[in-house]
Nanobody, 115 residues
Framework: QVQLVESGGGLVQAGGSLRLSCASS????????MGWYRQAPGKQREWVAI???????DYKESVKGRFTISRDNAKNTIYLQLNSLKPEDTAVYYC?????????WGQGTQVTVSS
């Protein structure tokens, strides 16, 4: 079974920071591109960031310069450092493969940014 467990979300004021973690099991973690996604109320889930097998990264344009994705293959874990948070970043954040596998979605972790 594949399990992806997100953690690290919380309530933060605009301009603040959070560090999200995604612990994986049941996959060959180092063999896959991994990513972060988010879903805000009333909106579809959207891709936010990717990290490839080789460590290359890319981001949704609106988060470039503020978010940083990383991976620790030894721990089967990826991270998303969220800096300079804005209210529009409020969403449930999920991790998954890139491209995503709909069977792998977990519960996500809530990030709420207040004005």
């Amino acid at each position: 079974q594949v399990q992806l467990v997100e953690s690290g979300g919380g309530l933060v004021q605009a301009g603040g920071s959070l560090r999200l973690s995604c612990a994986s099991s049941g996959i060959i973690f180092s063999a896959n591109a991994m990513g972060w996604y988010r879903q805000a109320p009333g909106k579809q889930r959207e891709w936010v960031a990717i990290i490839t097998r080789g460590g290359l990264t890319d981001y949704k344009e609106s988060v470039k310069g503020r978010f940083t994705i990383s991976r620790d293959n030894a721990k089967n874990t990826i991270y998303l450092q969220l800096n300079s948070l804005k209210p529009e970043d409020t969403a449930v954040y999920y991790c998954n493969l890139v491209p995503s596998n709909r069977a792998y979605w977990g519960q996500g972790t809530q990030v709420t940014v207040s004005s």
